[in-house]
């Protein structure tokens, strides 16, 4: 059953988005490509394809701050992917930290509303 107080995208008041920003928000899981690797870690290998999947759900979103949280989120796991060992991806998380939380923020509430 559709959740009243999310009809048209819309939570208390919340942003709405067009039915393409969130079809393509839901197709997100599409966009990663499966990635076979032997370890667990966000960096390397994994890290370039959640880039790659936030990068190509930007190119379809029309909403521009919604649009620059994908992009900002795409470029903190292009340069996760860069690195190979935990102490290197620990400083690049603390060095795009601040920016990734924001953006994180930003297209996880735009997740929950496209449904």
């Known amino acids: ?15 709405k988005y067009s039915e393409e ?3 393509a928000l839901r197709e997100l899981d599409d ?6 690797s032997s370890s667990s870690d966000i960096f390397g290998k994994k890290a ?4 790659e999947g936030y990068a190509a ?8 701050k919604l ?13 996760l992917s860069d690195v190979d060992n ?12 601040k920016a990734y939380i924001k ?3 930003t297209w996880a509430k735009a997740a929950a509303l496209a449904g």
Do not use: M, R, W
Request: aromatic share 4%; hydrophobic share 40%; with cysteine.
């Open 57 to 64: 759900t930007a190119k379809k979103v029309k909403d521009k």
């Open 21 to 23: 920003d969130c079809q």
């Open 86 to 97: 935990i102490a290197d991806a620990l400083a690049t998380t603390v060095k795009g930290g």
């Open 67 to 79: 649009k620059k949280a994908l992009t900002t989120l795409a470029g903190f796991y292009d340069d």
């Open 103 to 105: 953006a994180n923020a």
């Open 31 to 36: 966009e990663i490509p499966d990635v076979k």
């Open 1 to 15: 059953a559709e959740n009243p107080a999310a009809v048209n995208g819309a939570v208390n008041g919340a942003k």
């Open 48 to 51: 370039a394809a959640y880039s």
